[in-house]
């Protein structure tokens, strides 16, 4: 086999984090792909991977090679891709990670146009609310809510949010409403994520403010929280995507308008060290042309 290839097995196995991973995102058995490796080790002369029953790692010097090999392999799939792009319409299959509540809401009426638009591309849509490993999970792609943590991600911003915090009039009836973020830890709270205790966001005098809360409730799907909010359980904070509908329609109300939360993005994300497909840069310009305007309209004020 041509020493780009072994290559491009190598790249991909780091990436998989596993043989059995790598061999189906490349369409090919386990054990070929387990036996070049061992045949590329053998021709370098140097061991390139750990294996134990549990987990596989780079050597030093495995680590090395594949720092080397990916950006070599990145370059010979630019040029091909750049070559091919001049007369070639996105196809193949584009593996597409992102949150429930916004690819219910929001990429679920979309979809078909996208389909429609690029009849060569076959999409596989996973939703999950937890934080995918991209790379580790065979993505392609992903979209991602929020500020984006420093990661070997490139993300490409395709529309801003905002979040607002809120809660029903019947809360605001019984416990009244918090003058300032400080008073939060006073009230009932209804965090959104993964822990009972996390810190929500606001904007003092300029300046970005960190407040503690938790609350007898959390879930990290945010139309479990925003109905709780709606049935009186607490207060909230949450994208305006999840309850623009419900600020609308006077279920919920925002508090602390003059603290509001710093506004965040939208954005789809791939690994850095991968030339981008054209099925992900048509996803990317797809989801910028169409969500280009915020997501929900101005809330409703308490």
């Known amino acids: 086999m041509h020493q780009l290839e072994d290559m491009r097995l190598f790249v991909q196995t780091v990436d998989s984090g596993s043989f059995t991973q790598a061999a189906d995102k490349l369409g090919l058995s386990k054990q070929f792909v387990s036996k070049r490796l061992m045949a590329l080790e053998a021709r370098l002369g140097v061991q390139l991977l750990i294996r134990t029953t549990r987990t596989l790692r780079t050597t030093a010097l495995g680590q090395t090679y594949y720092e080397q090999a990916a950006r070599v392999v990145q370059e010979v799939d630019g040029i091909e891709q750049a070559i091919a792009r001049q007369n070639a319409m996105p196809r193949g299959r584009l593996r597409i990670s992102a949150p429930m509540t916004f690819g219910t809401m929001h990429l679920s009426p979309v979809i078909p146009r996208f389909l429609a638009a690029y009849p060569e591309v076959a999409l596989e849509l996973e939703l999950n609310d937890r934080t995918v490993d991209l790379v580790a999970e065979g993505f392609d792609a992903g979209v991602r809510i929020g500020v ?124 850095s060290h991968r030339q981008p497909s054209l099925a992900v840069r048509a996803f990317t310009e797809f989801m910028r042309s169409t969500f280009s305007a915020p997501t929900r309209a101005t809330p409703a004020r308490s």
């Open 148 to 271: 984006l943590p420093d990661s070997s991600l490139v993300g490409v911003r395709v529309s801003h949010m905002e979040l607002v915090t809120c809660c029903s009039p019947d809360y605001l009836a019984r416990r009244g409403a918090p003058t300032k973020p400080d008073e939060l830890p006073q009230h009932d709270c209804l965090p959104y994520g993964h822990r009972r205790h996390v810190e929500w966001s606001f904007t003092a005098q300029g300046k970005p403010k960190l407040v503690a809360i938790n609350g007898r409730l959390c879930a990290n799907n945010g139309e479990v929280v925003r109905d709780a909010a709606c049935a009186g359980l607490g207060i909230t904070q949450l994208p305006t995507f999840i309850v623009g509908d419900a600020l609308a329609d006077g279920r919920l109300v925002t508090v602390l308008d003059d603290f509001r939360p710093p506004p965040a993005g939208i954005h789809t994300v791939y690994p």
